[in-house]
Nanobody, 117 residues
Framework: QVQLVESGGGLVQAGGSLRLSCAVS????????MGWYRQEPGNKRELLAA???????YYPDSAKGRFAISRDNTKTTVFLQMNTLKPEDTAVYYC???????????WGQGTQVTVSS
């Protein structure tokens, strides 16, 4: 079992930056990738960035350019650097762990990001 705890959210002015952190603990052996998602009220949760166990990163076209995923050398903390934030980036941001073998993903509790205009 893997536990995920996000932090670093808050209130920021448009144009500013935030760095979110996701602390990962538990049995990491089966983790194949980590990802950052966000969800606005009434909308689906959308993927922003992912990093595989091997270090390969992936960004959907909608997130390229302003978001960057990284992790520490121990693979126990995953970061999301967010730049040039816009009011429409206001959402709850979640990290998730994907596993091999068909196990369902694990999710953190989320951290609120609010961007003021």
């Amino acid at each position: 079992q893997v536990q995920l705890v996000e932090s670093g959210g808050g209130l920021v002015q448009a144009g500013g930056s935030l760095r979110l952190s996701c602390a990962v603990s538990g049995n990491l052996f089966s983790v194949t990738s980590m990802g950052w998602y966000r969800q606005e009220p009434g909308n689906k949760r959308e993927l922003l960035a992912a990093i595989t166990d091997g270090g390969t990163t992936y960004y959907p076209d909608s997130a390229k350019g302003r978001f960057a995923i990284s992790r520490d050398n121990t693979k126990t903390t995953v970061f999301l650097q967010m730049n040039t934030l816009k009011p429409e980036d206001t959402a709850v941001y979640y990290c998730a762990a994907e596993f091999r073998g068909g196990q369902p993903p694990s999710w953190g509790q989320g951290t609120q990001v609010t961007v003021s205009s």
